[in-house]
């Protein structure tokens, strides 16, 4: 079946560092891939997507480009800032008679230190 | 776009009581899905509705849990009786149906603590 794996946090990072944060993905099909963050004490937002393979989705600083050769969405961001720090998660949407069901990951936390 | 929202924002309530919370999606969107997050067990999907009607409830715990759509502007996730473990945040997400838009928006959650 579907599934994601991210890598595991929490991952610890100054101000102005760069940012990578693993994801993997198995799927059958062509699914599209997207990146959810949580801030503290609030519900999931999406922050970028990619709907086909070598699509870069971009946000706010952020970018995943959408890797079928290596079933991979890694986001990454060039220069941290305090305000990033949260838990991201990848998802993938379903197949079938199912694309609006998404399937994430168990989420990465990020914490960002002055 | 007043977003996906949920109420109570809190709950607090002791073992062996009815709980229910609510939800109401962002308008013309026809998914509607019920997640429940603990730091054990992550993000899970409890049941999802297409046009008002359940889909797929095989994340549903057990039998304590009911949800319901009556219509499209509301859903309600019951839980009865309560249990401690059952203490959470639930979140309500909902999705629109348009070619190649999968992405759900999620509500700020219900933060339920049964004692």
């Known amino acids: 079946g579907n599934s994601v794996t991210q890598m595991e946090g929490p991952v610890t990072l100054s101000e102005e560092a760069f940012l990578t944060i693993n994801c993997t993905y198995t799927?059958?099909?062509?699914?599209?891939l997207f990146w959810y963050v949580q801030y503290p004490g609030e519900g999931l937002q999406l922050l970028l997507k990619?709907?086909?393979?070598?699509d870069k989705g971009s946000n706010k600083g952020f970018e995943a480009t959408y890797r079928k050769e290596t079933t991979s969405f890694h986001l990454e961001k060039g220069s941290v800032q305090v305000s990033d720090s949260a838990v991201y998660f990848c998802a993938l949407s379903g197949q079938g008679g199912g694309y609006n069901k998404l399937i994430f990951g168990a989420g990465t936390r990020l914490a960002v230190h002055p | 776009d007043a977003g996906v929202i949920q109420s109570p924002r809190h709950e607090v309530t002791e073992m062996g009581q009815e709980v229910t919370l609510r939800c109401k999606p962002i308008s013309g969107h026809d998914y509607l899905f019920w997640y429940r997050q603990t730091m054990m067990r992550g993000l899970e999907l409890l049941i999802y509705f297409n046009n008002n009607v359940p889909i797929d409830d095989s994340g549903m715990p057990e039998d304590r849990f009911s949800a319901k759509m009556p219509n499209a502007s509301f859903s309600t996730l019951k839980i009865q009786p309560s249990e401690p473990r059952d203490s959470a945040v639930y979140f309500c997400?909902?999705?629109?149906?348009?070619?190649?838009?999968?992405?759900?928006?999620f509500g700020p959650g219900t933060r339920l603590t049964v004692t």
């Open positions: 990619a709907t086909k393979a070598d």
């Open positions: 799927a059958t099909g062509y699914p599209s």
């Open positions: 997400a909902s999705s629109p149906t348009l070619a190649g838009v999968y992405e759900q928006y």
